[in-house]
């Protein structure tokens, strides 16, 4: 029983030097299955076999590896800063998401001007908001605003009325991207990274936000509400991006574009008036109940 486990423990924590290679043979192996339409040949469910094996051993040594990376992380002092400070981190994410807004917004607005297309001006409006709010809430971290004060709960207020106004522009964009009948096409392989980021801002915004619930702070509720929207309409881009690229009937694209572009604004508008309706009821019990707020939320 003992050399069974001692032999299970090798196969599933294999040496690193052995599963880097194995990563590489399978990778290459399938590459080319795929490449060649071997698919239906007894070599590829070999290649089958022990990529599945690979990614086993991947998932076992997984949690090891995370361990490490995070005590190296950690050592460095900005990372064990942004690792631990929620705030801290919070300010830098939110510059560096103002520089990428302000830099799309550009873009899309010198794209719009130069093919004359009214869904690149209404993108750029929509990254312009984007950069407007994330620049006041990364202003107001940065100046160490306490997050439950009467003027986080105003610019909470504030957001929201921008984030009914971001919804007004994505309406706009579906119902232009429905009068085209078509998405954006990415080139070769592209479509599969912006895939992953959809995917990946979903599902890290929907966790930033059961995580951080009952932090009781205003401007961190409000940036995470702005992920989540963005997240939002990133899987709306992503819908009518494979609808384009794998499917060329366009008759079906409106309809699927129409039931998701208006499930997303929905969402969107019902996240800006929770927003507007919480922070005036907080605002008013302030104004019945005055008390000066000298800290953050509660963390």
Same mark, same amino acid.
């Not at 085209?180 to 992953?196: E, K, Q």
């Given at each position: %029983? ?8 090798? &196969? ?32 590829? *469910?070999?290649? *089958? ?5 690979? &990614? ?16 190296? $992380? ?20 939110? *510059? ?29 409006? *929509?990254?312009?908001?984007?950069? $407007?709010?994330?620049?006041? &809430? ?11 004060? /009467? ?21 706009? %964009? ?93 969402? $969107?508008?019902? #996240?800006?008036?929770?927003? #507007? ?14 008390? /000066? ?5 509660? /963390?």
């Amino acid at each position: %029983m003992k050399q069974l486990i001692k032999w299970t423990r090798r &196969l599933l924590f294999p040496a690193w030097p052995v599963l880097i290679l194995l990563a590489a043979v399978s990778a290459a192996a399938l590459v080319h299955v795929f490449s060649h339409g071997y698919s239906d040949h007894w070599g590829a *469910y070999a290649a *089958y076999a022990l990529s599945a094996y690979t &990614l086993i051993a991947c998932c076992c040594r997984a949690p090891g590896l995370f361990r490490k990376c995070r005590c190296f $992380i950690r050592s460095i002092p900005f990372a064990r800063r942004m690792w631990d400070d929620l705030l801290f981190r919070q300010t830098v994410l939110l *510059y560096l998401t103002l520089a990428l807004n302000l830099f799309f917004a550009a873009f899309h607005f010198a794209t719009g001007l130069l093919f004359h297309t009214s869904w690149l001006h209404a993108a750029a409006f *929509y990254y312009l908001i984007l950069s $407007i709010v994330r620049f006041q &809430l990364s202003r107001d971290f940065r100046r160490g605003m306490p997050g439950n004060s /009467e003027a986080a709960f105003q610019r909470h207020r504030s957001c929201g009325i921008l984030l009914c106004l971001l919804t007004a522009v994505v309406l706009f %964009m579906v119902f232009d991207l429905l009068r085209d009948g078509h998405g954006t096409v990415y080139p070769g392989s592209m479509v599969y990274a912006v895939a992953f980021y959809a995917f990946f801002s979903l599902i890290s915004s929907c966790i930033s936000m059961v995580r951080f619930r009952r932090q009781h702070n205003a401007l961190l509720s409000a940036a995470k509400a702005f992920s989540l929207a963005t997240a939002l309409v990133s899987m709306f881009s992503l819908q009518a991006t494979l609808l384009t690229t794998f499917d060329d009937n366009a008759l079906p694209h409106n309809r699927y574009n129409f039931l998701t572009g208006t499930a997303v604004c929905l969402m $969107i508008l019902s #996240i800006a008036l929770f927003m #507007i309706w919480h922070s005036t009821r907080m605002l008013r019990q302030r104004t019945n109940h005055p008390k /000066e707020d000298t800290q953050y939320g509660r /963390e």
